[in-house]
């Protein structure tokens, strides 16, 4: 094998595969599963199991795993092998259809926010047929959900697939009362873009803060940046692009549709673009491509860096979510056509994302919350904490002319009405670009910009398409019940537009009028993960999922823990990782630096009693009134870390904590330390420096 289009897919059992290996009937009766989400009996499992296992065999695997995706964010699996001991002392290989529907990992030590204490003692996992099986290392993988014995979703793509039936509902409900009845199923599309960093391997392993917290938490500025932005689309240095390439194949094996590749604005900062796919299988793709990523980059001696901001002075990295919804039909609902129906439709779908942004914006921002997209939310690079729409002004003043019941584009001289009038043909490519919006609209979907390189995709996509939903049910509701059609329509995107045009900014985010205005609005300004999460206990947002059967409020209670403590437990590796560095490496190196100027300078003063010590009497006072200044500093960070041990506080309270006393302690243990790292000989510098991670892969 070796063209694109053979390899592609190569390792999925695929539909193709499917249609090749199973009996005819039981190819039918799992798409009837994987279609309409049939209950898949028993007989037909065993079929299905057999055939996957005797492909996986012949392509070379001996294990299997259910792969799934727990609330750590990262994808977990266990693998068992097809071995099955006969009476005569040999193995058969098998695998069975109960072993390939349902999975029991020992899942104690997940993150569960005591949902399994307070019901089973362990979770299951479930096969999620929509998404393939494939191969990786050796193990047949399965996609799967993962849930306790009362059924509270464990993981992060049971609530996704739940999010995706709810718009699948309400925009059916809508498309039926508009009058189509042709579509069967609607699905939201995404195509996440995804950043990265690769440095070299050699120095990534010197540097603890990198292998304990994935990021630097010391490090002078180099000489030089990102500031002649000579590195974004530059040409492709060969390790790197060796890299892309065996990682496009990889990918490609996979099924995941690896698309664009290049350099980013960062030094050592890379993006890698897949073309869109239903969202569940995105999600599983984009866990696969981070996954990937790291494996392959070791490969090559580097390292890949999915922290969002591991280098403090250049950009961070994040994940641009394009996402739209689509008919069975074909057809982008986001996507404004030429007739004045598919006009209509597309303002339609157009209001209810606005609504569901605005009126949902506290559950977006705190879907892309954590620690380390802290660093880039509202630093000037990435977009701002502030959630808000980016339209152009095409299609802003298109609504304008609809709110103030003006025509638009047109000679004639009457009130414009949705469906009943052409609307002046939308330019296709109705936006310009605009970097600082943190959701903006692209023509024909939506890029929601503020997620962090190294979230799941599945938390923002769930509060979208649930946030979506709602809108939609509350449009379906007014237009099945009205008698005068048109007027039902118009007033409805007439009233969304009045009511939520709020959230629509085209300006420029980086701005700091922007922060006024953003407040004049009343939007909300939620700085850091502690500020956003308790709004995702608020009545009306639990209100929300419950009703449309996403999470129920235990569910929420529990997420709602565990990202508190993943949020503590972060900034206390940290501050551990720090003082570590501190103690036994930096200052040991600054004091032994002195020592090896005092040398000097007694050495000089010997050989020549008058000569100029003036750099070595300067250098030594300098570094030693430093030294000073960072071992109190980190005295100080101790004490904060203390003081939180015989402190009795919530979760909450304790997440504040550390956002407030112990990350500033952090931030000022680094500013003396690096300043010393600047008038330190290179040499006594413990760890590689910036500019050696940065520019050192060549
Ligand atoms: P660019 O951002 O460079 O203009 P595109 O607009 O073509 O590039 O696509 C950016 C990303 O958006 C790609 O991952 C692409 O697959 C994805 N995308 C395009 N159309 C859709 C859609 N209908 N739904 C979801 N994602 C989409
Ligand atoms: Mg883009």
Request: proline share 4%; net charge negative.
């Amino acid at each position: 094998m070796n063209t694109i289009t053979e390899v592609f897919g190569s390792n999925v059992f695929s539909d193709a595969v499917m249609r090749e290996r199973l009996p005819k009937e039981t190819y039918k009766q799992l798409q009837r599963t994987i279609k309409d989400g049939r209950h898949l009996d028993n007989a037909v499992a065993n079929v299905v199991a057999n055939a996957m296992k005797d492909w996986a065999i012949e392509k070379g695997a001996t294990h299997f795993t259910h792969w799934f995706q727990p609330m750590t964010g990262i994808t977990a699996e266990k693998h068992d092998s097809f071995i099955t001991p006969t009476d005569d002392g040999r193995v058969i290989m098998e695998f069975s259809g109960k072993e390939l529907i349902r999975g029991e990992p020992d899942a104690s030590s997940f993150p569960s926010g005591g949902l399994r204490a307070t019901f089973e003692a362990r979770g299951y996992t479930a096969w999620d047929p929509t998404s393939y099986a494939f191969i990786k290392e050796r193990t047949l993988c399965i996609p799967t959900a993962f849930c306790s014995y009362g059924g509270e979703a464990l993981d992060k793509k049971t609530p996704l697939l739940r999010s995706m039936e709810a718009i699948n509902r309400q925009a059916l409900r809508v498309l039926k009362a508009m009058g189509d009845e042709s579509v069967k199923t609607v699905k939201t599309t995404v195509g996440p873009e995804q950043e990265y960093f690769l440095i070299s391997r050699e120095m990534f392993d010197k540097r603890p803060d990198l292998v304990y917290s994935g990021r630097t938490l010391f490090g002078a500025k180099p000489p030089k940046g990102q500031e002649l932005s000579d590195h974004y689309f530059g040409t492709i240095k060969s390790k790197v692009a060796e890299f892309m390439a065996d990682l496009n194949s990889e990918l490609w094996k996979l099924g995941v549709l690896a698309k664009t590749e290049h350099n980013e604005v960062a030094p050592a900062q890379h993006e890698l673009a897949p073309i869109f796919t239903t969202t569940n299988i995105a999600a599983d793709h984009n866990q696969l491509t981070m996954e990937l990523m790291q494996r392959i980059a070791k490969r090559h001696g580097l390292v890949c860096l999915l922290h969002e901001k591991p280098f403090a002075g250049v950009n961070g990295s994040g994940k641009h979510n394009n996402w739209s919804i689509s008919t069975n039909t074909g057809e982008n609902l986001l996507d404004p056509g030429d007739t004045p129906y598919e006009n209509a439709r597309f303002l339609l779908f157009l209001c209810a994302v606005i609504k569901a942004v605005d009126e949902y914006q506290d559950l977006l921002r705190l879907s892309v919350a954590s620690a380390g997209n802290d660093h880039r939310l509202g630093a000037n690079e990435a977009p701002p904490a502030i959630i808000s729409i980016f339209l152009g002004t095409e299609l802003t003043e298109i609504l304008d002319a609809i709110e103030k019941g003006e025509q638009y584009g047109s000679k004639e001289k009457e009130i414009w009405k949705v469906g009943v009038h052409t609307l002046a043909r939308f330019p296709k490519d109705v936006t310009d670009r605009n970097r600082t919006s943190p959701f903006a609209f692209t023509g024909n979907k939506f890029e929601f910009r503020m997620l962090g390189s190294n979230d799941s995709i599945s938390g923002a996509n769930i509060v979208l398409n649930t946030a979506v939903a709602e809108s939609l049910r509350q449009f379906a509701d007014v237009l099945e019940s009205t008698d005068d059609f048109s007027s039902a329509l118009h007033d409805l995107i007439q009233n969304t537009i009045k009511e939520h045009k709020r959230i629509i900014f085209n300006g420029n985010g980086y701005d700091d009028m922007w922060v006024t205005e953003a407040e004049k609005r009343g939007l909300l300004n939620l700085k850091t993960t502690p500020d956003c999460l308790p709004y995702f206990i608020k009545e009306k947002n639990i209100k929300l999922f419950e009703l449309h059967k996403v999470f129920t409020k235990t569910e929420i209670l529990a997420r709602y823990e565990i990202l508190l403590d993943n949020y503590s437990k972060t900034l206390h590796i940290e501050a551990m990782t720090m003082l570590d560095m501190a103690n036994k490496d930096l200052l040991p190196a600054y004091s032994d630096y002195t020592k090896q100027l005092s040398d000097a300078l007694i050495a000089k003063k010997n050989a020549v009693p008058s000569a100029d010590c003036t750099f070595e009497e300067e250098r030594i006072s300098k570094i030693s009134e430093l030294c000073g200044r960072m071992y109190q500093k980190t005295k100080a960070l101790e004490e904060t870390l203390i003081k939180l041990v015989h402190m009795d506080c919530d979760e909450l309270e304790k997440a504040k904590y550390y956002q407030t006393k112990v990350f500033s302690a952090m931030n000022e243990l680094r500013i003396a330390a690096d300043e010393i790292e600047s008038i330190t000989d290179r040499k006594a510098y413990p760890y590689p420096n910036y500019g050696d991670l940065l520019f050192g892969v060549r």
